[in-house]
């Protein structure tokens, strides 16, 4: 079974240009979650899709992201326009949705790391 | 507010010593708990998770204790290995809709052979 994929590996974009990082999740996995680190924090949560849904959104630092997720299968996350505090490593997760509602095991992407110049 | 704190952020120890990696949330009203490990430039491998109603979790090796009234839970490792060196990360869940992942900063572990 394949794992979470993410694409690109890494982005070096200038100040001010757009990036848009996609996630595939391990299929039939419902739950898709998009987190970043900064250098030096520890890893925080942007946004949670169920299929299609945007669930929670709360993470979502401001305007200029912006996340889909097609037919509840890939998600993509564009940032427009870019800025230097955008610089990070983002990571994307996975989890089947269970009929017990109980959550299971988070499965995380080897991540996209951006530079923003 | 939720905080996960890991101690201590990095660690070295000989090769075959046991030890133990230690996380404290701040709100004891958690979901789940998960261990993760990752290696140098790549993504997060989930090592154990722990549901609220449990105590520990084993997988090899590893042993997983969570103290929720407490807000701690630690990740022991028997018989260390070169091979463990990793950034060791915990993770809570306050769960129902809110399934996002909470982290501590990581404890970065070097097993000398």
């Known amino acids: 079974e394949a794992g979470v994929t993410q694409f690109p590996s890494h982005s070096v974009i200038e100040k001010g240009q757009t990036v848009t990082l996609r996630c595939d999740p391990i299929s039939g996995h419902d739950n898709l979650y998009w987190y970043r680190r900064v250098m030096g924090k520890e890893i925080k949560f942007l946004l949670h899709?169920?299929?299609?849904?945007?669930?929670?959104e709360s993470g979502m630092p401001n305007n200029r992201f912006l996340a889909e997720r097609t037919g509840g299968t890939y998600s993509t996350l564009k940032v427009q326009p870019a800025e230097l505090e955008d610089s990070g490593v983002y990571f994307c997760a996975s989890s089947p949705l269970r009929l017990s509602g109980r959550l299971g095991t988070q499965y995380f992407g080897p991540g996209t790391r951006l530079l923003v110049l | 507010k939720q905080e996960v704190t890991q101690i201590p952020a990095a660690l070295s120890v000989p090769e075959g010593e046991n030890l133990v990696l230690n996380c404290s949330f701040t709100?004891?009203?958690?979901?789940?708990l998960q261990w993760f490990r990752q290696d140098p430039g790549k993504g997060l491998t989930s090592l154990l998770l722990?549901?609220?109603?449990?105590r520990e979790q084993t997988s090899g090796r590893l042993n997983a204790s969570l103290d929720k009234s407490s807000g701690r839970s630690t990740l022991y490792i028997a018989a260390s290995q070169p091979g463990d060196s990793a950034t060791y990360l915990c993770a809570v869940s306050r769960g129902g809709s809110q399934g996002n992942l909470i982290f501590g900063k990581g404890t970065k572990l070097s097993v000398k052979p």
């Open positions: 899709f169920v299929k299609e849904s945007k669930q929670d």
């Open positions: 709100d004891s009203a958690i979901y789940n």
């Open positions: 722990i549901q609220s109603s449990q």
